[in-house]
Nanobody, 128 residues
Framework: QVQLVESGGGLVQDGGSLRLSCAAS????????MGWFRQAPGKEREFVAAIKWIYGSTYYADSVKGRFTISRDNAKNTLYLQMNSLKPDDTAVYYC?????????????????????WGQGTQVTVSS
């Protein structure tokens, strides 16, 4: 089992920045990739970004490309999401996820089905 705890959410103005963190514990050696998803009120959860844990390959949703940066600190077992130029449309609960499966490419890491463990989420609110 892998436990995931997100932090760093909050209220920010349009155009502002936030950095989310996700601390992983437990069987972290089994992690092949981690990702961020988000769910806005009344909408389905959607992919934001993912990173392969060893090689560092990254994947982004088109809506955040160029504004968000995913990174990880292997020594600290921590995942980050630096979010810049935030917009009201970015308002959502952000979830961290971990995958125990090695997939080729990013197809499954862009989808919920590719992940085995999930955090509880952290709220991000962008005011206009």
């Amino acid at each position: 089992q892998v436990q995931l705890v997100e932090s760093g959410g909050g209220l920010v103005q349009d155009g502002g920045s936030l950095r989310l963190s996700c601390a992983a514990s437990g069987r972290t050696f089994s992690t092949h990739a981690m990702g961020w998803f988000r769910q806005a009120p009344g909408k389905e959860r959607e992919f934001v970004a993912a990173i392969k844990w060893i090689y560092g390959s990254t994947y982004y949703a088109d809506s955040v490309k160029g504004r968000f940066t995913i990174s990880r600190d292997n020594a600290k077992n921590t995942l980050y999401l630096q979010m810049n130029s935030l917009k009201p449309d970015d308002t959502a609960v952000y979830y961290c996820a971990a995958s125990a499966t090695s997939y080729s490419g990013g197809y499954y890491y862009r989808r919920e089905v590719g992940y085995d463990y999930w955090g509880q989420g952290t709220q991000v609110t962008v005011s206009s």
